[in-house]
């Protein structure tokens, strides 16, 4: 039975979130002091879900590579990670409920790598984000989403094959949450015709109904509020996804302190106006042998 509460006692969660600048380059403030917002902002539970480490050199994200940071840096610094948020999950574990995870990539060699990563570190569970279309980090700047979209050929194509790569991490990752879900237009101004053209919709369609039938939440991302009218999952998505049952729920995909809650009123008016259910499902987490 789906509940729908009043606005005032919905409960604040996120399940994508905390990413700091002691472990992302393009973030802001201690991990620490963010866990201390989101207990003052009144969150009942949040998932941290820093960014894996990338496979090798050539997969490091554009400031990794500019500030000269090498793969085997930063995943010392991804164990350094998750030793801190072991540590505070059971220190603030009195105060807010803390899931330890992390955000996947998915470029050439991922699959078996996020799969190391995951017997290795052993989070409670695993964001499945895309943030690469041939092998290219398209949404760190206009110019980069340009490159990536010559490389596919068109930019309907790059739509395609950035759901195509969806498709592929959801079978075979199973993550428990899927970030962001529509990234993919966050340069593009014609994305509301775009996502309606048949190869693109029916792709679209075919994710939400692999995300239903393995029990996958979306994230709906408020941070881009920040920048765009509307969040990760778009209107017409966002009703395919009710339509098909598909379980939703907030994340402020934090990277500062000021992040923390940001736009979640919002993004709350917007799913409970939709008709989703506000007593909100916990991300399913990995049960270790």
Known sequence: MLAFLPMKTIKRVSVHGGHSKEFCLHAEDLLEDIIKKYIKEGFTWVGITEHC???DDSLRFPDEIAADISADQLKKQFEDYIAK??????????????FIAFETEA???????????????????IVGSIHHVNNICFDFSKKMYEKSVKASGSIDLMYEK?????????????????????LVRIFDPEYK????????????????????????ILDFNTRALKKAEEPYV???????????????????????TLDIGTDIKTGIKILTKAGFNTDWPEPEVYIYP
């Open 53 to 55: 480490p990338p496979l």
């Open 85 to 98: 948020i072991s540590k505070f999950k059971k220190q603030y574990s009195s105060e807010i409920k803390i």
């Open 107 to 125: 470029y050439q060699g991922y699959i078996d790598y996020t799969k190391e990563l995951i017997q290795i570190y052993k989070p409670d569970y």
């Open 162 to 182: 950035y759901f195509d790569k969806q498709y592929e991490l959801i079978t075979h990752l199973k993550p428990a949450v899927v970030g962001h879900f529509d």
């Open 193 to 216: 015709k775009r996502i309606k053209r048949k190869k693109i919709w029916e792709k679209i369609v075919r994710n939400l109904e692999a995300c239903k039938k393995n029990n996958l």
């Open 234 to 256: 778009s209107k017409l998505i966002l009703q395919k996804a009710k339509e098909l049952d598909v379980k939703v729920v907030p994340g402020d995909d934090s990277h500062g």
